[in-house]
T-cell receptor, first 114, second 114 residues
Framework: AQSVTQLDSHVSVSEGTPVLLRCNYSSSYSPSLFWYVQHPNKGLQLLLKYTSAATLVKGINGFEAEFKKSETSFHLTKPSAHMSDAAEYFCVVSRPRTGNQFYFGTGTSLTVIP | EAGVTQSPTHLIKTRGQQATLRCSPISGHTSVYWYQQALGLGLQFLLWYDEGEERNRGNFPPRFSGRQFPNYSSELNVNALELEDSALYLC?????????????FGEGSWLTVV
């Protein structure tokens, strides 16, 4: 079975400081992993995607995530937070070649303090 | 290239009425997904269509139904509306259901039941 756990429901950082949003997954197979961002009253936008190529994945807006199989983690990071990064972030796992079932984490709300 | 488009953007209905929401996937995408995002409940999977067939259904009552048309667009119908159906309804599409495809979201339709 597949599942994903976002370890923090809320994260608050100061502008210009690093961002770390944590995600652990469980999967019976080699998973595909995604991070999406949702700004207020908007749909979800794809930040980045891991599909068994490079373990360090670079996404849009300076975000990146590292796939660590031994730790079953896929944490999202950014070196320097910007005010525009304030949003809800979702970690998603899917099981490839089985029908594209997507499993969403419960989300992490990121607040950026000026 | 146009993204996933949803209509209407906002819809206000009275309890007991029916609501119809529409979704056009990205050109070339055959899979369409519907999610409900109610306040405080995260993303809940509703329905998944591919090639005109319902592939999977979330844990929602039968008054939530939908269909996919030959052009791969889709509509979601909610009958006998209840106050707790008030939510953002998100549609997403992917290339097809084989392999580790990415889903892309629309901006959503806000349904308010009064």
């Amino acid at each position: 079975a597949q599942s994903v756990t976002q370890l923090d429901s809320h994260v608050s950082v100061s502008e210009g400081t690093p961002v770390l949003l944590r995600c652990n997954y469980s999967s019976s197979y080699s998973p595909s992993l995604f991070w999406y961002v949702q700004h207020p009253n908007k749909g979800l936008q794809l930040l980045l995607k891991y599909t068994s190529a490079a373990t360090l994945v670079k996404g849009i807006n300076g975000f990146e995530a590292e796939f660590k199989k031994s730790e079953t983690s896929f944490h999202l990071t950014k070196p320097s937070a910007h005010m525009s990064d304030a949003a809800e972030y979702f970690c998603v796992v899917s099981r490839p070649r089985t029908g594209n079932q997507f499993y969403f984490g419960t989300g992490t709300s990121l607040t950026v303090i000026p | 290239e146009a993204g996933v488009t949803q209509s209407p953007t906002h819809l206000i209905k009275t309890r007991g009425q029916q609501a119809t929401l529409r979704c056009s996937p990205i050109s070339g995408h055959t899979s369409v997904y519907w999610y409900q995002q109610a306040l405080g409940l995260g993303l809940q999977f509703l329905l998944w269509y591919d090639e005109g067939e319902e592939r999977n259904r979330g844990n929602f009552p039968p008054r939530f139904s939908g269909r996919q048309f030959p052009n791969y667009s889709s509509e979601l119908n909610v009958n006998a509306l209840e106050l707790e159906d008030s939510a953002l309804y998100l549609c997403a599409s992917s290339l097809d259901y084989r392999g580790s495809n990415t889903i892309y979201f629309g901006e959503g339709s806000w349904l308010t039941v009064v």
